[in-house]
């Protein structure tokens, strides 16, 4: 089992940066790429990034080129640099740890980013 525990969300003004930490613990040998998903009040949870274990990087249209994924592997931590955030990035943001097709997903608690106008 893989346990994931997300830090670093908070309030922030409108082009303000915040940045997200992942750390994964357990039977992480497993586990194939590593992304963070967002979900707004009403809305579906979306794909914001991700990270493959040979480090290549995915990004939602509405975050490129604010938004950086990037991986510390001798810690077991992906993170999140939000940049120029919009009171749209507003969301409870989510951990994800993929053991590919046939293998289950992971999730983290959660972790509320408010971005103000």
């Known amino acids: 089992q893989v346990q994931l525990v997300e830090s670093g969300g908070g309030l922030v003004q409108a082009g303000g940066s915040l940045r997200l930490s992942c750390a994964a613990s357990?039977?992480?040998?497993?586990?194939?790429?590593m992304g963070w998903y967002r979900q707004a009040p009403g809305k579906q949870r979306e794909l914001v990034a991700r990270?493959?274990?040979?480090?290549?990087?995915m990004y939602a249209y509405s975050v490129k080129g604010r938004f950086t994924i990037s991986r510390d592997n001798a810690k077991n931590t992906v993170y999140l640099q939000m940049n120029s955030l919009k009171p749209e990035d507003t969301a409870v943001y989510y951990c994800?740890?993929?053991?590919?097709?046939?293998?289950?997903?992971?999730w983290g608690q959660g972790t509320q980013v408010t971005v103000s106008s």
């Open positions: 990270i493959t274990s040979g480090g290549s990087t």
């Open positions: 357990g039977s992480i040998f497993s586990i194939n790429a």
């Open positions: 994800n740890a993929d053991n590919g097709p046939a293998g289950p997903d992971y």
